[in-house]
DNA sequence: CACGCTTACTCGTATAGACGAGTGGGCAAG
DNA sequence: CTTGCCCACTCGTCTATACGAGTAAGCGTG
């Protein structure tokens, strides 16, 4: 026998109302997270303990959840139950993340911003190839046919928070360390530089929106996460672009951050 | 009667897949619509069409269709059908859009805007108002207690797509025509700067989310639909902040674009 | 003590049916 | 022709039931 629910936790329904009772159990459910009467990570009451509260069928209850779901309030757990979920560390990108004097010697940015909060950090997946350019990239990077591709995936504390491709020139790459899996000290922007790209600036495109099932899997999102979705490129002094970079980041994992002159 | 499906249009299940039916028939609709089989705006099968093409129950179709919904791919209108959700035209947001420069004469910088992009701009809900500072609000503005806020909300050919809401310290806003619903030419920023408060820079913070049901309400999205949440800080030459600027946008309708220098 | 089984509880999937309500076309009455 | 009603079709809500499968704790056996 599982505990009865404490009273007063949850209201009533109202009959009256013309709002749908699994979206009035659903507001009820939502309002006691907000009020902090379930904290992060809590199990809410389990569905049969909803439908003998409630009086109501077992679906309807599971359709209240799935609207939490969708709002990312909660996510279930199959065997052990509903929690409301908790948010995870978020990242902070600032605006001059890539200004020369952060170029670290040999680690990533990445691996030093991560080990400077104190979690563990990780690159996966990666994988250096050429390829097809995709019309989009193609028309950034001024209508070059084929690119190398960097593609890689970070993780935090085993977690995957964002996976990137870097497409580059190949008249540029092609046969130097940008090639290489490990792009030296500094990363593939030290090495544009060396090479007589010197970067002037960077243009950043952002989106917001569901992910795809791939995303999904390869993210390992949660219902009710959106993406981040970030285009970069890089222009040298000449004004050619020389890098695009492709990101996709679990929106709960990131705040991104920016400064502007006021000119 | 309804038109029958077209045969090859949606294909079969496979029942040796340990994937869930609903899953699988998601998967269909949603290669078909990526395939271009169905466009924006094109009515999907009824219920009831796949309910008989599949032999399954209709909570399973439904099950599908939710799916679809939750990735924002589709919409379902009661008593029309379920659609394929079309995509809005979006609004770019460029990094330097407070730039001095592009301080109109009269016209908010949303109505040029749009004006020149050929869509009808609106702006209601507007309200002024001394109030508490919220916790947040506060420690950016440097521990003020109570604020000046502007709250309006942005329509775009009658679509709400953004909310917005600028907070100010009472000591620079108070008796000033910043604190008028029309705080005249050039907006609060040109009234800042006559104030003796010379914009230095501003700081943005983007972060993207579901949207809570009261935002969902208010820019009236459809399901599956993340918001942008876009909090702007803006400092004067002395290095004081003197507004806070927090925005909530519809993500299907914008596109955030900065530009950053390589430094 | 250690292992494996049972059992109770959890959510996941699927069926079948009922009624309600919004939409739009067709048809009959005026 | 116009008006208004009806009806067919659509999705929305809700019930009741069934079985499957993951989890964890208890219990008995070796």
């Known amino acids: 026998m599982s505990p009865s629910l404490p009273s007063g936790l949850l209201g009533d329904l109202d009959p009256t109302s013309d709002r749908a009772v ?7 459910l939502r309002e006691a997270i907000d009020r902090g009467r379930f904290h992060e990570g809590d ?5 049969a303990d909803l439908v003998e509260h409630y009086g109501v069928s077992r679906m309807t209850v599971r359709n209240s959840f799935s609207i939490l779901q969708g709002e990312g309030l909660v996510h279930a757990e199959h065997g052990k139950g509903v929690f409301v979920r908790p948010r995870p560390p978020v990242r902070r990108l600032a605006s001059d993340r890539f200004a020369r004097r952060h170029r670290e010697q040999g680690k990533s940015a990445f691996i030093v911003e991560a080990d400077a909060a104190g979690s563990h950090p990780q690159v996966d997946s990666l994988e250096v190839k050429e390829e ?3 019309p989009d990239v193609s028309a950034r990077l001024g ?4 690119v190398l591709a960097r593609r890689r995936r970070y993780l935090l504390d085993g977690r995957p ?3 990137a491709t870097s497409f580059l020139p190949l008249d540029i790459a092609r046969g130097t360390q940008i090639a ?5 000290p500094g990363g593939i ?3 544009l530089e060396e090479l007589g790209h010197r970067l002037d600036h960077f243009e950043e495109e952002i989106r917001a929106r569901m992910p795809s099932p791939a995303e999904v899997k390869t993210l390992r999102l949660a219902s ?4 981040i979705h970030l285009i970069r490129t890089a222009f040298d002094t000449e004004g050619r672009a020389v890098e695009v970079c492709d990101t996709v980041m679990a929106a709960d994992a990131y705040v991104l951050s920016y400064q502007l002159p006021a000119t």
Chains 1, 2 share one sequence.
Do not use: H, M, T, W
């Open 22 to 28: 699994f979206r009035q159990i659903a507001d009820q």
């Open 189 to 191: 922007y030290a090495r």
């Open 43 to 47: 199990k809410l009451p389990s569905e």
């Open 143 to 146: 209508s070059v046919r084929r």
């Open 180 to 184: 290489e899996p490990n792009p030296g």
């Open 161 to 163: 928070v964002e996976f």
């Open 224 to 227: 009710g996460v959106p993406v």
């Open 132 to 134: 097809k350019a995709s």
